[in-house]
């Protein structure tokens, strides 16, 4: 089957390792995988700053572009989040009646990551590979927004060699909240505190999520502090294999 | 004052476009509206709350109740209780100081030990006591003021939920006191310290009138 | 104790505001103690409640219910309280209220007034205005008692002293109360607390009392409390004024077998909490003889008559979203300058000013949801927030000012950026090169200025990669099928 990959503009531009996990995970699977060149963003930021109008060209935009694509893969549930919650109030003033038909065709089509593994391509095996101990973060737009449950878990629990830990406080946001983290960035960083106490007694050597918004928060506080932890996304974890073991892993 | 009651009603009615209906719509009333105990299940389950937040409780057949009232009052070691006027003559048991209560004041009730009233239901699920102040349940400031209060409550007016209290009212009632527990705060550092305001301690006689 | 400004219209922004609360360590582990209790007991008796969900929906519907067509049950109510002998007042703004209060206190000729435990009397700054009128306010509420006489601000809806440890609590009643003989054991403290006010209650013939329900199908108004001060307040004086928001009604009475499980289970975690005072107007000789209710608008219909927000007024002050608030955890409620904080007060405080103040406020959320998850009468708060937000910038945007506001110019900029392609791609390299000034020999940028000094202060970035995600895929051998 065919499938269009929305990378996010976060991911395409600081995160790209993650969309090549996505690509070499999904190839894998036999997907043939398209990327529409014309993406940018699907407007998360403005929307969530409050500047509605540009939030509703970013949409737009979005709509327009994937119109005919067969399945469309997102690695972040925030994004997916927008679109879903969001996206149908920015439709909704009068004048934009085929603007939201072609928006209410496209939805269904639209998977975060572990949503298109499991409910979509109906795997939990991927043929990961990946020896190491590991927590996972429930990011709270996976977690609140899409529900998305006990997907990752499952995945997580057929990769070969994988340890997990629990991650207490595992439903606490980490802190990120998008902008929250600079106009807000010391109660930010009080909540990161927290949730990096929680990581850390894990002693696990990863820490990933379905989301590199939460972990370049995470992340980056774990690498100023030399913690003997790394955050990485699970498409990686999920990519890895014994011959193709993820990028950056020795 | 009316112009600020006409300007709120109309500042109301055109927030909601000045829509009424005449009647209570359908709402979505998917709750759990009947228990699932039987009687005796629910008795147990009533005793268990009442004792979780600390209430003696006792149970007796109808023809044994002045008896263990009598027993009830006698272990309290106190004397001068006050009565609603139109508690049943044979409770009161000989050898107290019985206060009927026909307009007593603050300070008479506040010297008394104890009080005795009836109640007009009991919610098993959350251990409440429903007093609807009837002539044998007493005004508000009788089962306020003393530390102690003896409260006879029949099984047969025992329900397991909430929703099944409001289907025992025949209507509603116009003054109710709920008692789910002692008087209790948890205001200083979240540490749970009872017997506040109101009786410290509550004494519950379940009468078995529907054996 | 330090000085809390709970005015919005003078209150420091959110984020200035938790700076000096941030550093109060103490503060924040009595709040992140308090929040964790009560959280843990809501959810142990939420997950044995099987119908939960059917009742939360039940509540939130008996609320939509009571908004959309609130005019006709405050009509209602209205009449039924007058017949049991109430009086019922109706007041547009807090001057209003506190005007009619006074009023009615000075026609008593009352020099105290004992009050139980009501957030609406703080919105509407009731007590300095009985002050100024001569009129001593004495709360019996233990935490109310403890802020009055420690010269403190409420930080929580349902435990509003709950930023103050015992030795605190010790320390004022010794030099408020007189009682130097105190331990801190919290028992010595609550009976030094009983007996005090014990004589206030036997003496005191005024009361004032909020409300938590007024039914509107019979006049009738309940309160909910714990420590019997309530029924105290209710029961003892002469005189009682009941202040309450227009929207805390409900229409029937049986609509109450809803709303009292939900309250109780999501404000302290108990089936149903000690004590529960329901009473209609004026009985005779049973409790005061002299009843007024005073209805406050202070701004409630501007948010009705809003499609998204409307939801704020569902509201019943439980509290559990504060309890479950990641940000609030951190900051107690005084950050949020406000009496309302938390989730609920990020969407009421500022839609109460008509959007004039408080406009950080929407902003003080990570938008986690979580509070939405556990509102009994599910207001979608993150919904209201970004409606908000959406407010704010519109009427910001407006202003001169915004040329030279960063963030402004930085959203615009990323808008134009995000609107094609060609220019996207551009941004990405002119970032790379422009952020490789910051970029140290790790890979890896520890400081960054302006803005960017926001995220460094206490985290890394890495530095941006060489080659994007849409640069490699561009790169890839075209025969791949």
Redesign the interface.
């Known amino acids: 089957m065919r499938a269009s990959l929305f990378?996010t503009?976060y991911?395409?531009?600081?995160f790209?390792?993650t969309?090549?996990a996505v690509?070499r995970l999904l190839?894998r699977l036999g997907i043939?995988l398209e990327?529409n060149?014309?993406?940018?963003?699907c407007?998360q930021?403005?929307?969530?700053?409050?500047?509605?109008a540009?939030a509703f060209?970013?949409a737009k935009?979005f709509v327009r572009l994937y119109q005919d694509a067969e399945a469309i893969v997102i690695p972040s549930t925030s994004c997916v989040a927008m679109i879903r919650?969001?996206y149908p109030?920015l439709f909704a003033e009068p004048g934009n009646d085929a603007l939201r038909k072609e928006f209410v065709a496209l939805l269904p089509r639209v998977y975060e990551l572990s949503e298109f593994l499991i409910d979509r391509l109906g795997v939990d095996d991927v043929g990961a590979y990946f020896p190491h101990r590991v927590t996972y973060h429930a990011s709270?737009h996976g977690l609140?927004?899409l529900h998305v449950g006990d997907r990752p878990f499952r995945l997580l629990a057929k990769v070969r060699g994988l340890e997990l830990v629990a991650l207490e406080n595992i439903?606490?946001?980490c802190?990120?909240?998008?902008?929250?983290?600079?106009?807000?960035?010391?109660?930010?960083?009080?909540?990161?505190s927290?949730k990096l106490h929680d990581v850390l007694s894990t002693q696990a050597e990863y820490c990933t999520a379905l989301d590199n918004s939460c972990l370049?928060?995470l992340?980056?506080?774990l690498?100023?502090e030399f913690a003997a932890t790394r955050t990485l996304h699970l498409a990686q974890i999920l990519a890895s294999t014994q011959t193709d073991p993820a990028e950056g892993i020795a | 004052m009316s112009d600020a009651r006409q300007q709120i009603l109309d500042r109301i009615r055109r927030a909601t476009s000045g829509g009424s209906v005449t009647e209570h719509p359908d709402l979505p009333r998917n709750y759990i509206r009947h228990g699932s105990l039987d009687k005796s299940g629910r008795l147990n389950l009533m005793v268990e709350r009442l004792q979780e937040y600390d209430a003696d409780v006792v149970e007796c057949a109808p023809d044994d109740l002045p008896a263990c009232m009598a027993d009830r009052l006698h272990s309290s070691g106190k004397n001068r209780f006050v009565v609603p006027p139109g508690l049943p003559a044979e409770w009161l048991a000989s050898g107290f100081d019985w206060k009927l209560d026909r307009g007593l004041t603050h300070a008479e009730i506040e010297a008394c030990d104890g009080v005795v009233t009836a109640s007009f239901a009991g919610v098993a699920d959350s251990g409440t006591i429903v007093l609807h102040h009837s002539a044998s349940e007493g005004r508000r400031v009788l089962t306020l003021l003393p530390d102690w209060h003896l409260c006879i409550l029949r099984t047969s007016q025992i329900v397991e939920t909430l929703p099944e209290y409001f289907d025992l009212c025949p209507l509603p009632p116009t003054l109710a006191t709920y008692i789910s527990g002692p008087s209790a705060t948890a205001d200083i550092e979240m540490t749970r310290i009872k017997g506040v305001h109101g009786p410290r301690f509550l004494h519950v006689i379940l009468v078995r009138d529907d054996a | 104790m330090m000085q809390v400004d709970l005015d919005p219209r003078t209150a420091l922004p959110?984020?200035q505001a938790?700076?000096p609360i941030?550093r109060n360590t103490q503060l924040?582990k009595n709040v992140a103690h308090a929040t964790d209790v009560i959280q843990a007991k809501r959810a142990r008796l939420v997950a044995e409640k099987t119908d939960w969900q059917a009742l939360r929906n039940a509540a939130a519907a008996i609320k939509d219910d009571v908004l959309g067509h609130l005019d006709r049950y405050l009509v209602e109510f209205e009449a039924r309280c007058t017949a049991a002998g109430g009086h019922v007042h109706w007041a547009s703004d807090a001057a209003e209220a506190r005007s009619i209060i006074v009023e009615i206190l000075r026609t008593e000729k009352a020099t105290e007034a004992i009050k139980i435990k009501t957030m609406t009397s703080a919105e509407i700054q009731l007590n300095p205005a009985l002050e100024a009128a001569g009129i001593k306010a004495v709360e019996t509420d233990l935490a109310e008692l403890i802020l009055q006489l420690g010269e403190d601000e409420p930080s929580h809806i349902v435990a509003p002293a709950l930023h103050v440890n015992r030795s605190q609590v010790r320390e004022i009643f010794a030099r408020r109360m007189g009682r130097t003989d105190l331990t801190d054991d919290p028992q010595a403290l609550t009976a030094a607390a009983r007996s005090y006010l014990r004589r206030k209650f036997l003496s005191v013939d005024t009361a004032i009392c909020g409300a938590n329900f007024m039914v509107a199908e019979t006049g009738a108004v309940t309160i909910v409390e714990s420590e019997g001060n309530g029924r105290m307040c209710l029961t003892l004086p002469r005189t009682l004024i009941a202040l309450a928001g227009i929207e805390k009604l409900v229409p029937i009475f049986r609509d109450l077998e809803v709303m009292l499980q939900v309250l109780a289970r999501s404000a302290t975690g108990e089936r149903m909490n000690p004590y529960t005072s329901l009473w209609t107007g004026v009985t005779p000789g049973d409790g005061p003889q002299n009843f007024h209710v005073v209805l406050l608008d202070n701004g409630r219909s501007s948010i009705l008559a809003r499609h998204?927000e409307r939801q704020t007024l569902r509201c019943i002050r439980c509290a559990a979203c504060q309890n479950t608030c990641?940000?609030y955890?951190?900051?107690g409620g005084h950050a949020y300058g406000s009496v309302y904080g938390g989730p609920i007060g990020a969407i009421l405080t500022p839609q109460l000013m008509h959007m004039d103040h408080a406009q950080s406020l929407?902003?003080?959320?990570?938008?986690?949801?979580?509070c939405?998850?556990v509102c009994p009468v599910k207001i979608n708060i993150p919904?209201v927030l970004?409606e908000?937000?959406?407010?704010?910038?519109?009427r910001e945007r407006k202003q001169a000012a915004r040329a030279f506001d960063l963030?402004y110019i930085g959203?615009?900029v990323?808008?134009s950026?995000?609107?094609?392609?060609w220019r996207?791609r551009l941004a990405?390299r002119l970032?790379r090169i422009g952020l490789r000034l910051f970029t140290k020999k790790d890979g890896?940028i520890?400081a960054l200025p302006s803005?960017g000094a926001?995220?460094t202060?206490?985290?890394?970035?890495?530095g941006?990669?060489d080659?994007?995600?849409?640069d490699?895929?561009?790169s890839r051998p075209k025969d791949?099928?």
Not at chain 3, 467 to 470: D, G, S, V
Request: proline share 4%; glycine share 8%.
């Open positions: 990378i503009c991911n395409d531009t600081l790209p390792e969309g090549r690509v190839e043939a990327f060149p014309g993406q940018t963003c407007g930021m403005h929307a969530n700053t409050g500047f509605r540009e060209s970013q935009r919650d969001q109030g709270c609140r927004g439903d606490r946001c802190g990120f909240g998008g902008t929250f983290s600079i106009k807000n960035a010391e109660v930010s960083s009080a909540m990161l927290d370049m928060h992340g980056g506080a690498h100023r | 959110f984020p938790a700076l941030l924040r998204t990641p940000v955890r951190q900051t929407p902003y003080a959320s990570s938008l986690c949801a979580a939405y998850e919904e970004i908000l937000r959406a407010q704010v910038v519109d963030m959203m615009r990323a808008n950026i995000f609107a094609s392609a996207f990405q970032g890896w520890h803005l926001r995220w202060m206490t985290r890394d970035l890495r941006l990669p080659q994007t995600f849409r490699w895929w561009a791949r099928v």
